[in-house]
């Protein structure tokens, strides 16, 4: 769950991590009040979305008055802002922060992540060198340094002093990255995030390091343990669709094709998503059923395929296993056609544990489906459908 | 004999009395596996499906002699239930339960780090010794003996592989699912070792998929080996739009090394032969057995 970056710059302030004056604003006369009372130009205008790649896709807009900020508020708020890490439809923009520009005479790139093979916490961090404050792009990091970092605390303090050493900074600074290392680290466990990107991070003329901008994602495996944190993801939350699917024990993800695809677990969920591209075609969306969900969730995540306006046919590829049989998944695909009166064709591959009670409900159903004997002849099938061929 | 689980495998189920442990420990019973004990915090000295439940791991152990471990323990309790099973010195943990927070198996692999034990998982379908031992969740009725060894990273995706692998002839020595988590147990080369070792196996089929680099790993460790097995390669997720995270918390590009191309490519390489779509394993698989036939 990626959080805003007001809610995670304001996450970081409690473990003293600064980031620059900024007024959160919903509305272009709450973004020009927030433009005059942070004084100092130019300003900031910032889409808040819970998603990266703002600056190529014209969501961060420099102000050098009051007047230009309200436009700026203008152009973004109750748009749709599509950038290359969200889906294809976008994300709506109901507020922005308003923040003043810094200047700094160095910059670097600093994040906190997981380092798979290692297990550990790692801190990665690049020098970026001097960038002008209307410069500034998210342009790729030369020169990443990284440091794993164990929890249980063999390494510490000699070591982070040693990192910053890599830098070449004078030894004030570098003294205060440690810090700011430590304390980014302290916050990244006490969150449980999976990662905290810093990028830019800037050091300015008095020697202070500020948060320019700040990305926060939280495990979402361990949002049991935040529950003060669950109304900020609703706030990010990504997609409205992606959401809903979640609740019901789907990962969904939105794309940009035609061919709906209804699919138990990832990895046959991916396969199902080359197959469709080897046969040329174009997913409508990645789907994967969790093992956990029921006929009615499994309705829940055929409708977020059947409401896709792209969407002109459904391939359902399914691997019956020992917690959720096909019929379970037959049944839900049912349920999603009889409240609809959009009939959109089928194509099914459905094989493993009760296919043959599969078989019995869907002749039940009456739904316009064909069904394939092995996933290919069924990714094909479907294929031809939306291109108009069969 | 097989290489994780067999018919001396005495398995023990951590949280067994849960609707998920109940289910699955019964159709591990149907299978054929001998299990010995369920371990259930607080209701100890009870039986359960016939089997007597024990507090703790380390009891279980000394009473049954339990030498393998299943846990289907909730994401909140589950680490601490790997750990509990680790310090009882188990020499293997299959942890079933999805959605552990990463920072709880960062734990968990501290404790494993020169343990005795195996870990399996989590967010793994399991290991299945085909007619003779199932330990985890899986489909099994496609399933059956013979000399292909399978490891993976998905569990829907295994089934569809043994399936086609049965259906073009061949069985299966020991399939093995690492889990789709960023950080857990065995990895792929762990497995490799074990199959590349193991005489009843003749040949590696390796299901990856985008994120993490452990394919490379893998490919790595196959160039260097000395005594290597054929392998035979499916990497899905070419098409995964990036920076998106696609089911599997480990599933997801951050750049170059996690996406499908490199790691097909790093396989390759190797000398693994890849199997060109997901529905072509088994004839892939059995083209290069004739080829060896030959």
């Given at each position: ?7 995670a710059?304001?996450?970081l302030s ?25 004084g100092?130009e130019p ?6 979305i819970?998603?990266?790649d703002?600056?190529?896709?014209g969501?961060?807009?420099?102000a050098?008055s ?20 969200t ?6 923009v ?8 810094i200047?700094?005479?160095?910059e670097?790139?600093l ?11 790692m801190?990665?961090?690049a ?8 410069q ?9 340094e ?7 605390g ?13 830098f ?6 570098a ?7 430590m304390r ?10 999976g ?10 003329d ?8 700040a990305?926060?994602?939280i ?10 944190l669950a109304e900020l ?8 669709v992606?959401?809903h699917?979640?609740r019901?024990?789907?990962?969904f993800?939105?794309?940009a ?7 138990n677990?990832a ?8 197959m469709?591209?080897?046969a ?5 969306n990645?789907?994967d ?9 499994i ?13 002109k046919v ?14 379970t ?5 049912g349920?999603?056609y009889r409240r609809?009166?959009r009939?959109l ?9 009760n ?10 159903f009456?739904l316009?489906s ?11 099938r ?9 | ?29 149907q299978?054929?596996?001998k ?5 259930t915090p ?6 359960h499906?016939?089997?007597p ?11 049954t002699?339990?030498?393998a ?13 790997m750990i ?9 943990v ?14 968990v692999r501290e ?17 299945l ?11 099994t ?11 993976s990273r998905s ?5 569809e592989?043994?399936?086609q ?25 762990d497995c ?8 009843h ?29 054929p392998?035979v ?6 098409h995964?739009?990036p920076?998106r995270?696609?089911?599997?918390a480990g ?10 191309a490199?790691k097909?490519a790093?396989?390759r ?10 529905h072509l394993?088994?004839?892939?698989t ?7 036939a030959?």
């Amino acid at each position: 769950m990626q959080v805003l970056e007001c809610d995670a710059k304001k996450l970081l302030s409690r473990h003293a991590i600064a980031s620059p004056p900024g007024i959160v604003a919903a509305t272009p006369e709450e973004a020009e009040a927030a433009a005059t009372r942070l004084g100092r130009e130019p300003v900031f205008v910032k889409a808040q979305i819970g998603a990266g790649d703002r600056m190529s896709a014209g969501g961060i807009r420099a102000a050098h008055s009051a007047a230009e900020a309200k436009v700026a508020a203008r152009a973004l708020l109750g748009r749709k802002l599509v950038t290359s890490q969200t889906s294809p439809d976008g994300l709506v923009v109901d507020k922005v922060l308003v923040e003043r520009g810094i200047a700094a005479k160095r910059e670097f790139y600093l994040a906190v992540s997981i380092d798979p093979s290692s297990a550990t916490v790692m801190i990665t961090a690049a020098d970026n060198g001097e960038v002008g404050v209307e410069q500034r792009a998210a342009k790729q990091s030369a020169g990443l340094e990284r440091l794993l970092v164990h929890t249980k605390g063999e390494r510490g303090p000699g070591e982070i002093a040693e990192f910053c050493g890599r830098f070449s900074l004078p030894a004030d600074a570098a003294e205060s990255l440690g810090e700011l290392i430590m304390r980014l680290h302290r916050a990244f466990i006490e969150l449980d995030a999976g990662l905290i990107e810093i990028n830019p991070l800037a050091l300015t003329d008095a020697g202070e390091w500020v948060a320019i901008d700040a990305k926060l994602a939280i495990d979402d495996n361990a949002m049991f343990r935040h529950p003060d944190l669950a109304e900020l993801g609703r706030d990010a939350e990504t997609d409205y669709v992606e959401l809903h699917a979640q609740r019901h024990q789907i990962n969904f993800v939105q794309m940009a094709g035609d061919i709906g695809a209804v699919v138990n677990g990832a990895g046959l969920g991916l396969a199902t998503l080359d197959m469709i591209r080897a046969a040329g075609g174009t997913p409508a969306n990645f789907m994967d059923i969790r093992t956990t969900a029921r006929s009615l969730d499994i309705a829940q995540g055929v409708n977020l395929v059947l409401d896709n306006p792209r969407t002109k046919v459904v391939l359902v590829n399914v691997f019956g296993g020992g917690m959720q049989p096909c019929d379970t998944i037959i049944e839900g695909l049912g349920i999603a056609y009889r409240r609809r009166r959009r009939m959109l064709p089928v194509v099914l591959r459905v094989t493993g544990n009760n296919e043959d009670l599969a078989r019995l409900r869907l002749a039940n159903f009456n739904l316009p489906s064909t069904e394939c004997p092995d996933m290919w002849q069924a990714v094909t099938r479907a294929v031809a459908i939306a291109q108009g061929r069969a | 004999m097989s290489i994780l689980v067999d018919q001396n495998t005495r398995l023990l189920c951590q949280g067994m009395t849960g609707w998920a442990g109940t289910y699955h420990t019964n159709r591990m019973i149907q299978y054929g596996t001998k299990v010995v004990a369920g371990v259930t915090p607080g209701k100890g000295g009870k039986s359960h499906l016939d089997v007597p439940i024990f507090d703790s791991v380390a009891e279980a152990v000394r009473t049954t002699g339990a030498n393998a471990s299943a846990v289907f323990v909730p994401p909140d309790r589950a680490a601490g239930a790997m750990i509990e099973a680790i310090e009882a010195e188990m020499p293997l943990v299959v942890a079933v339960t999805e959605r552990v927070p990463v920072l709880d198996m960062i734990r968990v692999r501290e404790a494993l780090a020169g343990s005795r034990t195996r870990l399996v998982g989590p967010n793994s379908q399991g290991v299945l010794a085909p007619g003779v031992c199932q330990v985890g969740v899986m489909a099994t009725d496609r399933a059956y003996r013979g000399t292909i060894g399978v490891v993976s990273r998905s569990a829907s995706l295994t089934s569809e592989v043994i399936s086609q692998l049965t259906a073009a002839g061949l069985g299966q020595s020991e399939t093995i699912g690492i889990g789709g988590d960023p950080v857990h147990g065995m990895s792929f080369v762990d497995c490799l070792k074990l199959f590349f070792a193991d005489p009843h196996t003749e040949v590696v089929v390796l299901i990856g998929e985008i994120g993490g680099t452990e394919e490379q790993q893998a490919a790595d460790y196959i160039r260097g080996a000395d005594a290597k097995k054929p392998v035979v390669a499916l990497v899905v997720g070419k098409h995964a739009p990036p920076r998106r995270r696609m089911g599997h918390a480990g599933a997801l590009v951050q750049d170059a090394p996690a996406d499908a191309a490199s790691k097909i490519a790093a396989l390759r390489d190797a000398g693994a032969v890849i199997a060109p779509s997901p529905h072509l394993v088994g004839v892939t698989t059995r083209d290069l057995v004739a080829r060896r036939a030959a």
